[in-house]
């Protein structure tokens, strides 16, 4: 079965970052924000075990292992905080939230 | 000096920030925009909803799925320790132990908080 | 000891092994007892900050690591390890306030602190990049809630929404920073990477480009400062305290372990870091100016305080790590003791918040007035504070670092001077008369007279006679 090479993967978990990126830059609905975001940190276990297999090493395995555990806990957190937000709002636009300013 | 083998990474960067900017920005230069009531549908083809979506869950559900993620994704740790079971023995089940312990406590508080009991 | 083949040291673990039964037990006293008083929780998380206290004072000047060199007890943990601890114990104190934390359940209050700190011990000792990672995101997860423990303000839901959103866009920069960082050195460890920092391949420049994004957003170091002034104001103040102080000691600890282990302190790739300190005194110091909430000026100042203590990191040889120490235990001294008055005269309420109820202060609380005024010199550096010393002490590492030292120093001359203006003000207000309506100051706590006395204490101390403290300082490491 031929291999397919580290670069393919970089290149893939790249891409998947900076959408994750600009998906965080141009939503404003904090749900899909945080999907934005799950996506980067998604991008980075990408990256990770693709080193990690190219180096033959367990570390990034490890590593790609423990943001997912830490992914569950962090968006079971910002999903209570969304779901106390829009539960005194009508909308959860994260524009309209804001009641400090300067 | 750079090791010229990643500088096409740094080429990809580029390349994606912008293709992914492009595909972001053009489409919404470029369309017209005319609503009709169908396209507005959260499905444009298909079965038109029987009852607006816009109505609220109870909180409860979004409590007993963010408990259930939190203590899923916390299971899986138990995976490492299962597939090196033998070679970890006593040492590893006495991690495996703590861990417990430590996420017991954390349901045993949830539990006692009422974090899953319906009403 | 040595298990399966990972040696274990339980002394160097001590403080966080401390801590972790203590917050567990926190939680547990709350689960069997019925309606624990908040004070035995809180008394409980006090004792755990002794206990830990008693634990990490053997580590004294030691040096050594544990779980096969992943986590160490050195020149960089001891200090920053005393300071999270500290700033455990006095927050734990302004929370004990009666509106502190109303309508929150106390015991998991003082669990995510405990837990928090905890993240921020492991940051400080953490030698591999998992180490760091764990530890930022035990600080923050906690953080994020309690932000948001001040319920029934909308401010502060709302900064707790504006915290998760940015600090998880945060941890995402740093998880793919430091994917990059580890394919370009093959491993996690930081002393791997300096190997790879010597030669720069574009990979780890990249890398260690997200991961610094990532810190200076935990930093608030600007232009990443841009939820910091919300966040601040909007949480609950004991938090506030606990944020402008813990998580900048626990973030410094990882950026000196960075900067010394990875680079030796000299590289071309730091210049967007020292950017980033110039950049963060003057937009902190010039944001401040126009600030009529006291929370929010000080949340401007702490974002000029984090670019200050980057110069400490731009000298040459140990001398600028003892010095980032000494200026940061007078930080912590002189911003908590701020925010215990703030928290003091409002009960814990945000009543104290806006300055305008700080006018003529000085005639209904004197001492109050007196304390305030010592910490908000100290922040702007008047001499025989402790703020004073420490920027003498920052600046001759600016001097002595090169062109770039010497723009920082520079920089942090200037914002000096723009900050003992902003906090001019405010003294200003508390003493001159007013008359008519005066605001309704509430009774004081001796549990908040604590933090305020050793603050005063400390700040005069640092200040009158600073070579006893640098010695300290210097050989705890």
């Known amino acids: 079965m031929p291999q397919v090479p580290l670069n393919l993967y970089l290149e893939l978990s790249a891409v998947l970052f900076i959408i994750g990126v600009i998906g965080f830059l141009l939503r404003r609905n904090p749900i899909t924000m945080l999907m934005a975001i799950e996506l980067m940190w998604n991008a980075g276990n990408l990256a990770f075990i693709a080193f990690a297999r190219n180096f033959i090493d367990m570390s990034g395995q490890v590593f790609a292992f423990l943001v997912i555990t830490v992914a569950a806990a962090e968006a079971a957190i910002a999903l209570a905080i969304v779901v106390m937000v829009f539960r005194r709002r009508e909308n959860a636009d994260v524009d309209d939230i804001s009641v400090m300013r300067g | ?119 | 000891m040595t298990i399966q083949g990972v040696n274990f040291d339980f002394g160097i673990l001590g403080p966080i092994s401390v801590l972790v039964i203590t917050g567990l037990v926190v939680l547990l006293v709350d689960l069997v007892g019925r309606a624990v008083p908040r004070v035995v929780l809180y008394g409980i998380g006090v004792a755990g900050c002794a206990g830990a206290f008693i634990a990490l004072a053997p580590l004294y000047g030691r040096s050594a690591t544990t779980v096969n060199g992943a986590f160490a007890t050195d020149r960089f943990s001891w200090g920053f390890s005393a300071v999270l601890i500290f700033t455990l114990a006095v927050t734990l104190l302004l929370s004990s306030l009666r509106n502190a934390d109303d309508g929150n359940s106390p015991a998991s209050y003082a669990a995510l602190l405990i837990f928090c700190t905890i993240g921020g011990l492991i940051m400080a000792g953490a030698t591999t990049l998992i180490g760091i990672f764990l530890g930022i995101e035990e600080l923050s997860l906690a953080l994020y809630v309690l932000a948001g423990t001040g319920y029934p303000r909308p401010a502060s839901e709302e900064a707790a929404l504006k915290y998760v959103l940015l600090g998880s866009l945060a941890s995402g920069f740093l998880i793919y920073g430091s994917a990059l960082l580890y394919g370009s050195a093959g491993s996690v460890s930081l002393s791997a990477l300096s190997a790879a920092a010597s030669s720069l391949p574009l990979l780890f420049v990249i890398g260690f480009g997200l991961l610094l994004v990532g810190l200076a957003f935990k930093l608030a170091l600007s232009p990443f400062h841009l939820w910091t002034p919300d966040v601040y104001e909007g949480s609950p103040i004991a938090i506030t305290a606990y944020m402008t102080v813990a998580v900048k000691a626990a973030t410094f600890a990882v950026l000196a372990r960075f900067v010394y282990t990875v680079f030796g302190h000299d590289s071309v790739a730091l210049v967007p870091l020292w950017l980033l300190a110039i950049f963060s005194m003057l937009v902190g110091s010039f944001g401040a100016l126009r600030q009529r909430n006291l929370k929010r000026l000080l949340a401007y100042s702490s974002i000029a305080q984090a670019g200050f203590m980057v110069v400490a990191l731009s000298g040459v040889g140990e001398y600028g790590l003892s010095s980032l120490l000494f200026y940061l235990v007078a930080y912590a001294l002189m911003n908590l003791g701020a925010f215990a008055v703030i928290a003091m005269l409002g009960d814990g309420d945000e009543a104290y918040a806006d300055i305008d109820a700080y006018r003529a202060l000085f005639y209904r609380r004197p001492w109050v007035a007196v304390a305030l005024t010592l910490f908000l010199f100290s922040l702007a550096g008047i001499p025989g504070t402790a703020g004073f010393y420490g920027k003498v002490l920052l600046l001759e590492q600016g001097f002595a670092g090169g062109p770039w030292g010497i723009a920082l120093a520079l920089a942090l001359i200037a914002g000096s001077i723009v900050s003992i203006y902003v906090y001019f003000q405010v003294v200003w207000a508390m003493f001159v008369p007013q008359e008519g309506e005066q605001p309704v100051t509430a009774g004081n706590s001796w549990l908040t007279w604590v933090p305020v006395a050793v603050g005063v204490a400390g700040v005069v101390a640092l200040g009158v006679i600073p070579q006893v403290f640098v010695s300290i300082v210097s050989s705890s490491m």
Do not use: N, Q
Not at chain 2, 59 to 80: G, I, K, N, Q, W
């Open chain 2, 1 to 119: 000096m750079p090791d010229p083998a990643w500088t096409y990474v740094l080429i990809f960067f580029v390349v994606a920030l912008v293709v992914a900017s492009l595909i972001a920005i053009v489409p919404g230069i470029f369309t017209k925009k005319r609503p009709t009531p169908e396209k507005l549908e959260p499905y444009e083809c298909g079965v038109p909803p029987t009852s607006a979506m816009l109505g609220r869950f109870p909180v409860r559900f979004y409590l007993v799925a963010m408990l259930f993620v939190v203590f899923d994704v916390e299971a899986a740790s138990f995976y490492p320790w299962a597939v090196r079971l033998r070679d970890l023995g006593g040492f590893g089940l006495l991690e495996m132990v703590a861990f417990i312990v430590v996420l017991g406590i954390g349901y045993a508080y949830v539990w006692k908080k009422g974090g899953f009991s319906w009403r």
